[in-house]
Antibody, heavy 118, light 107 residues
Framework: EVQLVQSGAEVKKPGESLKISCKGS????????IGWVRQMPGKGLEWMGI????????RYSPSFQGQVTISADKSISTAYLQWSSLKASDSAMYYC???????????WGQGTFVTVSS | DIQMTQSPSSLSASVGDRVTITCRAS??????LEWYQQKPGIAPKRLIY???SLQSGVPSRFSGSGSGTEFTLTISSLQPEDFATYYC?????????FGQGTKLEIK
């Protein structure tokens, strides 16, 4: 069974760094790109970017380019989303999702809620 | 980037009603269009992929249609559990993009 399991909720202060994770299982992790989606409280879904675990190639949405770093370690079947200096506006739910190619975004993680507050 | 314009942004309907939600792409996206349902605090659930293919386990009252730039999600007879927010997503071109969402509320 394909699963994407994300790391737990985080509470951070502005200016702190953070790296959240998404661990895949039940399939060859290197075979499918992994994307990240943001959902701010009470708002819609926003596509942030995507990583190819086989070679760590990334594609970012313009709104998130330079704001976050997406990466992957295929040896441990895990993708990451990280911030070097968090802002209050980064408070949101973050989802990872598997790109099934022609079959679209076929599996989602359960979400990681990030709270940034002083 | 491909913009996805979803309408309406909100919709009030009654159990048993037929409802339609539309997404328009700023340029052609072939069949690379999906529909999701989301309830508060829960990850989105895929309903439809490749414009009209029903995700396994999803009731047949959900259907999708369209091509090129105009796509629709139809719920043939609303059930109480269908009141939620719905999103379209294009995965034809990076960056992938979502519609703004349609909140379906009970009348």
């Amino acid at each position: 069974e394909v699963q994407l399991v994300q790391s737990g909720a985080e509470v951070k202060k502005p200016g702190e760094s953070l790296k959240i994770s998404c661990k895949g299982s039940g399939y060859n992790f290197a075979s499918n790109w992994i994307g990240w989606v943001r959902q701010m409280p009470g708002k819609g879904l926003e596509w942030m970017g995507i990583v190819d675990p086989s070679d760590s190639e990334t594609r970012y949405s313009p709104s998130f380019q330079g704001q976050v770093t997406i990466s992957a370690d295929k040896s441990i079947s895990t993708a990451y989303l990280q911030w070097s200096s968090l802002k209050a506006s980064d408070s949101a739910m973050y989802y990872c999702a598997r790109d099934g190619g022609l079959f679209g975004i076929d599996y989602w993680g359960q979400g990681t809620f990030v709270t940034v507050s002083s | 980037d491909i913009q996805m314009t979803q309408s309406p942004s909100s919709l009030s309907a009654s159990v048993g009603d037929r409802v339609t939600i539309t997404c328009r792409a700023s340029r052609g996206i072939r069949h690379d269009l999906e529909w999701y349902q989301q309830k508060p605090g829960i990850a989105p659930k895929r309903l439809i992929y490749e414009v009209s293919s029903l995700q396994s386990g999803v009731p047949s009252r959900f259907s999708g249609s369209g091509s090129g730039t105009e796509f629709t999600l139809t719920i043939s007879s609303l059930q109480p559990e269908d009141f939620a927010t719905y999103y379209c997503l294009q995965h034809n071109n990076y960056p992938y993009t979502f519609g703004q969402g349609t909140k379906l509320e009970i009348k």
